[in-house]
């Protein structure tokens, strides 16, 4: 749960950044969908990394762009395989949002005869595109990970209670088994 919200992020934060850095102009969307029209826009462009990375000015747009994401969803992954799991929920709602956005432009797409083959190759672009978040998201969350061990309290050496009446107990009870006095606080 935490990869896809980590993904959706990303993909949000990810779509509007694009858009400001490449400065793309908004389509011709529909009413009520022309006034998020940027986050359906810059998932297209996502999409389009392969060939937007062609143009020279833009290049330096989606190098910030894929490294932003990364580093939006190293906090809500893991470590090692658990942040690919995350680049293919970014993938994923990417595919989503930028079908969403080709939907909107061509209202044929749904009923072309090479609708599956078109949809089949929507998605692994859009799925081999999001691995561009790797290179900036494993650092991040190795980083992340070595900060939240340093914050980690360190194991005491040994766990000793004692109680008014002198009974020692190698835990940290509640109530003295004893004289039933109340030790800690829950």
């Not at 906090?75 to 939907?103: H, Q």
């Amino acid at each position: 749960m935490k990869n896809l919200l980590g993904g959706l992020t990303g993909v949000l934060i990810g779509s509007f950044v694009l858009v400001l850095l490449v400065g793309l102009t908004s389509p011709a969307y529909y009413w009520p969908y022309s006034t998020i029209w940027i986050i359906f826009s810059g998932s297209s462009a996502l999409k389009s990394t392969i060939t937007g990375i062609s143009n020279p000015s833009a290049l330096l747009g989606y190098i910030l762009t894929w490294i932003i994401i990364g580093v939006i969803i190293s906090p809500f992954s893991k470590k090692g395989w658990n942040t690919v799991r995350s680049a293919a929920w970014v993938g994923i709602i990417l595919g989503i949002l930028s079908l969403v956005s080709v939907l909107l432009l061509d209202v044929d797409y749904w009923t072309s005869p090479t609708r599956n083959i078109d949809l089949f190759y929507h998605f692994v672009t859009s799925l081999s595109v999001s691995l561009c978040v790797i290179p900036s998201a494993f650092p991040s969350t190795l980083i992340i990970d070595r900060i939240k061990k340093q914050a980690e309290m360190p194991i005491p050496e040994k766990i000793e209670t004692s109680c008014e009446c002198g009974a020692v107990f190698k835990s940290n009870p509640l109530i003295c088994s004893e004289c039933g006095t109340q030790l800690r606080d829950e």
